[in-house]
Nanobody, 125 residues
């Protein structure tokens, strides 16, 4: 199985930066093969996708994150990062890490996806 642990959230002023980390633990082969992503959920709103990264390093971003956020991964450390620059008050949310095992791992008993516990990001104006 896989466990995800986020860190790096906090309080920052508008225009500032934060780097979130998501450390995965479990089967290293499955972890390195997993597409992973960052989601966020603001109070009273549904959880939304922020950015994704494939096992090969291809990335996608939600429109409001483009040009400001960068997702990356270090497969040697089983860690995914989200560098957030030029933060805005509307970026305030709980940020969650997500991992989706490949079919080969699901057939071995892995879940279809895994979530971390979340880390709070608060951007003051």
């Amino acid at each position: 199985q896989v466990q995800l642990a986020e860190s790096g959230g906090g309080l920052v002023q508008a225009g500032g930066s934060l780097r979130l980390s998501c450390a995965a633990s479990g089967d290293t082969i499955c972890i390195s093969a997993m597409p992973m992503g960052w989601y966020r959920q603001a109070p009273g709103k549904e959880r939304e996708l922020v950015a994704t990264i494939t096992s090969g390093g291809s990335t996608t971003y939600e429109d409001s994150a483009k040009g400001r956020f960068t997702i990356s991964r270090d497969n040697d450390k089983d860690t995914v990062y989200l560098q957030m620059n030029s933060l805005k008050p509307e970026d305030t949310a709980v940020y969650y890490c997500n991992a989706r095992p490949p079919k080969s791992c699901i057939l071995r008993g892995y879940e279809y996806d895994y979530w971390g516990q979340g880390t709070q990001v608060t951007v003051s104006s």
